[in-house]
């Protein structure tokens, strides 16, 4: 059952979006977990657009798992590396961009982020992330900011301090989030229900002007 819902930013993110080249792109922004792959897989179906996962470009580029780029690395060499991957989507045209939990907090990257199309934020509560996670610990082993949980044995203990450490995180990258063009709060809805949701928010937001109006492209060979 579909318990979201959709709402705009403030007047001055509105008018940001409509200053925005129209049909342009899509960026999901968000906390690690919050869903931005898997919906921006479906959405870019949904849309005929492309689809692009920092992370996985990341990878690409890196030879290695975002997890063991942490590692061996650190958060820094990740976080440079994350930029050079956004610096190089400037002439990108008709897709969706699932960015890193992180990857806003950086003004550069935000400025970039924000002039590729519509800006969305995946606005989803900690405890449903810790959710999400804790059913598929694989997944949360691939997030090097969270998976420290993972060294408690009990469930709730575990549920507890993700929730805890997911609050944490969005409430220091909050205001960045809160300065998308578009805000979705995902409560407890599938993907395909919150691809949907987002795709009606861009229509009623002026930056789709009707379904019928989205034509397909092949994903451009820019990275």
Known sequence: MLTGSYMHADSDNAAALMATVQGSNVVLVGASGAGKSAVGRLLARLLGFGFIDLDQEIEVEAGDSVEAIFAARGEDQFR???????KRL????SHVV??????VMDDENWGLLSQLGAVVWLNTPAEEIARRLLANESELMRRPLLAEVLTHKDTET?????????????GFRAGRYRQAHITVSDHFSTPQSTAQLVRSSLIQ???????TEVKPYDRWHIL
């Open 80 to 86: 440079q590396l994350e930029s050079q991957i956004v």
């Open 158 to 170: 575990k549920h507890k301090l993700l929730t805890e450490r997911i609050n944490a995180l969005i």
């Open 205 to 211: 937001s002026g930056f789709l002007k009707s379904s």
């Open 98 to 103: 699932a960015t890193g939990g992180g990857a």
């Open 90 to 93: 400037g002439g990108l045209r």
